[in-house]
């Protein structure tokens, strides 16, 4: 099920497409640029597509499938421009794909292939014809393909239907759409907000003037992953005996409900992201909200009963595995993993897919609340605009350095806004818990008490 904008019950990923002609097949070509042709645009596409080069040579994608430096500082340019450009008082929003017509209708037959037009009349790339033809690309479901032509100029030669199924390949997310070769796509998602990536894998995103590549993932860590530990495996003792012990045995992996559960959060985080207003979710130790630990730190713009309803994504999950067993079963596997159910194509599968999405999009709906959304480890609703009290001030803030915090660098507490602030203030006071923090242009932290210390890991996924 996939409801976009006002109702998207997706999340918002990366497409790409690239082109062999004009490529480069060593990263000092794709920053060498000459100083004419860099003269010609602002400095700040020069250097995302410098930064881009290495970025996509780090992460081991083929470098031949970008384009010319000059082309490449262009295509971001003309992108940058279009973003801040309005159509009849509606953002230019827009999913550019680098590619030629051979490369797009090349894909392996067996491959589910997106729809290709190709223009009678190539149109040139310019932020004004982006602005007359995004609207007939629509963000969600479909691209405008560039290439280079013969003389060396970027055009817009035809439209690359990709369906809405796309939006769901988010980390951790089953995916049923059109597949893409690794190539280059450049998204305008809002104004001076573009995200690059190769094939569906993000590789570069910008946001107000800031390159974002410094993050950590903090979803791959062992330190969170320990911490839900004993929730994972209180879940799994909960699947129906008969699903483990017939004549063909098959169990889940502990690591599958990690993957369920954080694809879940990260669609959260991005739906948020996305809608600009910010937000606070704070993940409370089991029990906090009946042993007097909620009353102590928090005031509630509204407080759940608590009682079975609040559990509503715990069974969710518990019926999603079982009926993911009893089709692992089906296949003779031994193991059910998470890569072995996002190849599963059952109807009820997909039906808990679709409730896993809503119950994301009614998370983000009382994380825009002003407050604080409240869970528990084993993601009890508790309650949602949660102010919280205490007035002893957090006076330092240990940034994490890689992503199991081992190294930090310690920063002054008060450089944050109000909403940080209270996050750390509650995980200074409750060691087990933890805070995501969504500011409104985007950034997102998780806060931890760890290795001793208040800190915090910028989240990029």
């Given at each position: 099920?996939?409801?976009?904008?006002?109702?998207s019950?997706?999340?918002?990923?990366?497409?790409?497409?690239?082109?062999?002609?004009?490529?480069?097949?060593?990263?000092?070509?794709?920053?060498?640029?000459?100083?004419?042709?860099?003269?010609?645009?602002?400095?700040?596409?020069?250097e995302?597509?410098?930064?881009?080069?290495?970025?996509?040579?780090?992460?081991?994608?083929?470098?031949?499938?970008?384009p010319?430096?000059?082309?490449?500082?262009?295509?971001?340019?003309?992108?940058?421009?279009?973003?801040?450009?309005?159509?009849?008082?509606?953002?230019?929003?827009?999913?550019?794909?680098?590619?030629?017509?051979?490369?797009?209708?090349?894909?392996?037959?067996?491959e589910?292939?997106?729809?290709?037009?190709s223009?009678?009349?190539?149109?040139?790339?310019?932020?004004h014809?982006?602005?007359?033809?995004?609207?007939?690309?629509?963000?969600?479901?479909?691209?405008?393909?560039?290439?280079?032509?013969?003389?060396?100029?970027?055009?817009?030669?035809?439209?690359?239907?990709?369906g809405?199924?796309?939006?769901?390949?988010?980390?951790?997310?089953?995916?049923?759409?059109?597949?893409?070769?690794?190539?280059?796509?450049?998204?305008?998602?809002?104004?001076?907000?573009?995200?690059?990536?190769?094939?569906?894998?993000?590789?570069?995103?910008?946001?107000q003037?800031?390159?974002?590549?410094?993050?950590f993932?903090?979803?791959?860590?062992?330190?969170?992953?320990?911490?839900?530990?004993?929730?994972?495996?209180?879940?799994?003792?909960?699947?129906?005996?008969?699903?483990?012990?017939?004549?063909?045995?098959?169990?889940?992996?502990?690591?599958?409900?990690?993957?369920?559960?954080?694809?879940?959060?990260?669609?959260?985080?991005?739906?948020?992201r996305?809608?600009?207003?910010?937000?606070?979710?704070?993940?409370?130790?089991?029990?906090?909200?009946?042993?007097?630990?909620?009353?102590?730190?928090?005031?509630?713009?509204?407080?759940?009963?608590?009682?079975?309803?609040?559990?509503?994504?715990?069974?969710?999950?518990?019926?999603?595995?079982?009926r993911?067993?009893?089709?692992?079963?089906?296949?003779?596997?031994?193991?059910?993993?998470?890569?072995?159910?996002?190849?599963?194509?059952?109807?009820?599968?997909?039906?808990?897919?679709?409730?896993?999405?809503?119950?994301?999009?009614?998370?983000?709906?009382?994380?825009?609340?002003?407050?604080?959304?409240?869970?528990?480890?084993?993601?009890?609703?508790?309650?949602?605009?949660?102010?919280?009290?205490?007035?002893?001030p957090v006076?330092?803030?240990?940034?994490?350095?890689?992503?199991?915090?081992?190294?930090?660098?310690?920063?002054?507490?008060?450089?944050?806004g109000?909403?940080?602030?209270?996050?750390?203030?509650?995980?200074?006071?409750?060691?087990?818990?933890?805070?995501?923090?969504?500011?409104?242009?985007?950034?997102?932290?998780?806060?931890?008490?760890?290795?001793?210390?208040?800190?915090?890991?910028?989240?990029?996924p």
């Open positions: 099920m996939l409801r976009v904008d006002g109702g019950s997706v999340d918002l990923d990366i497409v790409n497409e690239g082109t062999q002609q004009h490529g480069c097949h060593s990263v000092e070509n794709v920053l060498s640029g000459t100083a004419k042709s860099m003269d010609q645009f602002s400095s700040y596409p020069a995302m597509a410098a930064v881009l080069a290495k970025q996509w040579e780090s992460r081991g994608f083929p470098l031949e499938l970008l010319s430096t000059a082309s490449m500082v262009s295509l971001l340019d003309v992108c940058y421009q279009a973003s801040l450009l309005r159509e009849e008082d509606t953002p230019v929003r827009c999913r550019v794909i680098y590619a030629s017509p051979t490369q797009l209708r090349g894909m392996a037959i067996q589910p292939q997106p729809h290709v037009l223009f009678a009349e190539p149109a040139i790339l310019s932020p014809n982006l602005r007359k033809l995004y609207a007939a690309a629509d963000f969600y479901r479909a691209a405008l393909a560039v290439t280079t032509d013969e003389s060396g100029a970027l055009v817009i030669w035809g439209l690359v239907v990709t809405t199924e796309w939006v769901n390949r988010v980390e951790g997310s089953r995916f049923d759409g059109v597949s893409l070769p690794p190539n280059l796509v450049v998204q305008a998602i809002r104004p001076g907000h573009l995200v690059a990536s190769s094939g569906y894998m993000r590789v570069l995103e910008t946001n003037g800031q390159l974002l590549i410094d993050g993932d903090p979803f791959r860590s062992t330190w969170i992953s320990g911490r839900f530990s004993s929730v994972r495996e209180a879940m799994l003792s909960r699947l129906p005996e008969d699903h483990v012990s017939n004549s063909v045995t098959t169990k889940v992996c502990e690591s599958f409900v990690r993957d369920l559960a954080q694809s879940v959060v990260r669609r959260v985080l991005r739906l948020v996305n809608r600009r207003h910010g937000g606070l979710m704070v993940v409370l130790p089991n029990g906090a909200h009946e042993d007097g630990t909620c009353e102590q730190w928090l005031r509630f713009r509204v407080q759940f009963q608590s009682d079975d309803s609040t559990l509503l994504y715990h069974g969710m999950m518990v019926r999603l595995m079982a993911a067993l009893e089709v692992a079963k089906t296949r003779q596997l031994a193991i059910l993993t998470w890569s072995d159910y996002q190849q599963f194509r059952d109807a009820e599968l997909r039906r808990f897919d679709d409730q896993l999405i809503d119950f994301s999009h009614f998370l983000a709906d009382m994380m825009t609340v002003d407050g604080a959304l409240i869970l528990d480890h084993s993601f009890r609703l508790i309650g949602f605009g949660g102010e919280i009290l205490g007035d002893t006076q330092t803030i240990h940034r994490a350095t890689d992503i199991e915090g081992h190294q930090t660098v310690a920063e002054r507490a008060d450089s944050a109000t909403r940080h602030r209270s996050a750390y203030r509650l995980v200074n006071g409750l060691n087990q818990s933890i805070a995501v923090v969504v500011s409104q242009d985007g950034d997102v932290r998780f806060v931890a008490h760890h290795n001793g210390k208040l800190t915090y890991w910028p989240y990029l």
